[in-house]
């Protein structure tokens, strides 16, 4: 971010004088100073992937992009949602791509196509994640959830896709901006506040998580020699559709397009959000969590490589145990 971004138009230097071919003047580099505002977009110029970008977080990410003057590709599984964001985002700027990101060929193909569009890539945005079920099958008598009664298979399907489709997409994002002229690359993706503390999700989902934040440590570290920065953004609650669906029945619904969320559960679900906080004012929302990822794409967090950005209000980093 550049010092003209935090220059709000309000405080522009006009009317410090009562002169008034000295209001004219400021007037005039006033209004310079909104057009370079309005001119400056953070990404422009940049080409990104933003895997699970056809609704919920990252739709939210699509969209933060796409204003701040990126071309955008869409790699999801949901066609219907996914086309329809590009309807409504514009051809040039977006397109959309099918890919399951826990099939290597489906991701490979995804970043083959975003470089014979636009010839390069520089950010990809691992968002695709889904949450796992929470109960046990009916009848067994287990603790709802509970280890001794993990099913292997679900285990397996919620790695598969939080956290080797995150490698696959490193994998072949690094090799496209390996190959770009001048190198360079921002990779983040979103992991959770179940990749920081337990008790925050289901076992697989955390296991999943935690391990995506150690990828990104780890990817940073080896790419970092290619000018290639690899950083996490770890969400509290956002009332999308994995939210509410968690809620609604203890599972997210396993891939294509899910039912509808009406208002009113998106209003429980921030209100119960709300009432696990530490910081109470602000209701946390996918475009907070948006910001969050811009910034690490874009050339604003140059510097900032291997790090998990935690954008909870503080709730894995206190508990007040002695009543504060
Ligand atoms: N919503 C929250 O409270 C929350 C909190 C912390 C972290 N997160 C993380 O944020 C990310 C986005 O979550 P969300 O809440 O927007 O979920 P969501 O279910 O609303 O949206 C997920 C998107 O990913 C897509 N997707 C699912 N499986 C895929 C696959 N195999 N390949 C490609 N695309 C796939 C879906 O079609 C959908 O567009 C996830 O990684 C999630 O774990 C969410």
């Not at 040039?92 to 975003?114: F, L």
């Not at 010839?119 to 990809?124: I, N, P, S, T």
């Amino acid at each position: 971010m550049t010092a003209l971004d935090f220059v709000p138009a309000e405080k522009a230097p006009i009317a410090d004088t009562v002169a008034l071919g000295t209001v004219t003047n400021n007037a005039v580099a006033a209004s310079a100073v909104l057009v370079q505002q309005q001119q400056h977009r953070r990404l422009e110029g940049k080409v990104a992937i933003v895997t699970g970008g056809a609704r919920g977080i990252g739709e939210a990410i699509v969209r933060a992009f796409v204003r701040q003057g990126a071309r955008v590709v869409i790699a999801d599984i949901d066609g219907a949602a996914g086309e329809a964001l590009v309807a409504a985002l514009g051809g040039a700027c977006c397109s959309y791509v099918h890919c399951d990101v826990s099939v290597e060929a489906d991701v490979e193909r995804a970043v083959g196509c975003c470089v014979a569009r636009h010839g390069r890539l520089d950010v990809l945005c691992n968002n695709a994640g889904v949450l796992g079920r929470q109960a046990p099958p009916a009848g067994n008598g287990a603790r709802s959830g509970g280890i001794a009664s993990l099913d292997a298979t679900e285990f397996d399907r919620v790695l598969r896709v939080n956290t080797l489709g995150a490698a696959l997409g490193m994998k072949h994002a690094a090799r496209a901006m390996l190959q770009s002229r001048g190198g360079g690359g921002s990779i983040v993706s979103v992991a959770s506040v179940a990749g920081v503390l337990g008790g925050m999700g289901p076992h697989a989902y955390t296991a999943s998580k935690h391990a995506l934040v150690g990828l990104t440590k780890n990817a940073a570290c080896e790419l970092g020699e290619h000018g290639i920065r690899v950083n996490c953004v770890s969400p509290f609650g956002v009332a999308t559709p994995m939210l509410v669906n968690a809620w609604r029945h203890g599972a997210d619904e396993e891939g294509g397009s899910p039912a509808p969320v009406s208002a009113e559960e998106v209003e429980k679900a921030e209100e119960m959000v709300r009432g696990m906080a530490t910081l109470k004012g602000p209701t946390l929302r996918a475009g907070d969590i948006a910001e969050a990822a811009l910034f690490l794409a874009s050339d604003e967090s140059r510097y900032i490589s291997g790090h998990n950005l935690v954008v909870d209000g503080g709730a894995t980093t206190s508990k007040n145990v002695i009543g504060l």
